[in-house]
């Protein structure tokens, strides 16, 4: 499915150590099978961190082998476990993990998750000898340098499964139905869904939105019989509320809006068949950039091929929601 590198093996490592951290988002565990099949398959020793930096911390370590991932390839969540580490923000503690990782014979670390964990992963590399690589692990697909993220696309088909039965009762009551769907201050999630779902409207953090013109034009459109599905998806933003404040002005124009916020039922699920593949070929892959001698990278996605990218550039610049995109999400409900 994807163009895979041609890569040299330069370098021979002893122990990876992998870890799961931030929201968990599902295809994490077949991307663990990735990195611990592909390592162990070129004689390398793995060892799984428990709970994420946290685990790292308290030295929660434990030696993977073959069976160790076996049947997990359809599993959601992680079997590793995943947690926040806000203590790893700060350097000292940072020194720790690097003790725990040198006193445990361990010269390489695979860190899957979102933009806080590859941060911790970049900090890592600069601070030690350890060889980093960052796998883009979130529902969000807001990780810049890469188009694709481990979990979206099953985040994606999981609302999609949501609206399209609420979208029965929006059609039998004609009623305006508000979808809150995850993605932080990132617009990528709603966008899809919006697209995919047909939704009426799709409001994202990237566009400001005037709520009484909002609400203003879906009364119009109810009244002219332009608007159909009666779904509005909105993406949760970084400050929660504007959902229930939209509902409120529908409320106002004599409308029988209902909200609902689909919220952890997106992280949750067997990853799909997208998500296996991606996360399958990004984990190996994770393993052979090592051994070609990378560090303090991100393995991601674009135009089909998987590629490398400097952890310093994903944390540093924010990665943009299409405009075309998005025009194309309300153009379609025109
Ligand atoms: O980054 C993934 C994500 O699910 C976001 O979409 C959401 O805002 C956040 O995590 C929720 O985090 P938590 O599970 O810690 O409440």
Redesign the pocket.
């Known amino acids: 499915m994807y163009t895979l590198p041609d890569l040299e093996v330069l370098r021979d490592f002893n122990a990876i150590a992998i870890l799961t951290s931030?929201?968990d988002?599902p295809g994490m565990n077949p991307a663990i099978r990735g990195v611990v099949r592909a390592a162990l398959n070129n004689g390398i020793q793995v060892y799984g961190v428990q709970r994420g930096y946290s685990g790292l911390l308290a030295g929660d370590l434990r030696v993977m082998t073959s069976a160790s991932v076996r049947n997990i390839v359809q599993r959601g969540g992680t079997i590793l476990k995943s947690d926040?580490c806000e203590a790893f923000k700060q350097k000292e503690v940072r020194q720790q993990a690097i003790k725990v990782l040198e006193q445990n014979g361990i010269d390489a670390l695979v860190v899957i998750g979102?933009d806080g964990s590859l941060t911790g992963a970049h900090s890592l590399a600069e601070e030690s000898d350890i060889a980093v690589i960052g796998l883009p692990g979130?529902?969000?697909n807001?990780i810049f340098g890469t188009e694709d993220t481990i979990g979206f696309d099953t985040a994606v088909n999981t609302a999609l499964d949501a609206i399209d039965k609420i979208r029965d009762t929006a059609s039998s009551h004609e009623r305006y139905f508000l979808v809150e769907v995850?993605?932080?201050n990132s617009g990528f999630?709603a966008t899809h869904v919006g697209i995919a779902a047909g939704a009426e409207k799709v409001v994202v953090p990237e566009y400001e939105v005037q709520i009484e013109q909002l609400g203003q034009q879906l009364c119009d459109n109810r009244r002219s019989g332009k608007g159909s599905s009666g779904i509005i998806v909105v993406a949760?933003g970084q400050t929660p509320g504007l959902t229930y404040r939209l509902a409120q002005q529908l409320k106002q124009q004599g409308e029988e809006p209902r909200v609902c916020i689909l919220g952890?039922i997106?992280?949750g699920g067997r990853p799909s068949g997208h998500d296996r593949v991606l996360a399958s070929s990004l984990g190996a892959m994770a393993v052979r950039y090592l051994q070609a001698g990378y560090s303090d990278i991100m393995v991601g996605v674009a135009n089909g091929a998987i590629l490398d990218v400097p952890l310093d550039s994903v944390i540093r610049y924010r990665k943009g929601l299409d405009p075309k995109l998005f025009e194309l999400a309300l153009l379609l409900h025109k």
């Open positions: 931030g929201g988002s926040r979102g979130t529902i969000d807001d995850m993605g932080r999630l949760e952890h997106q992280r």
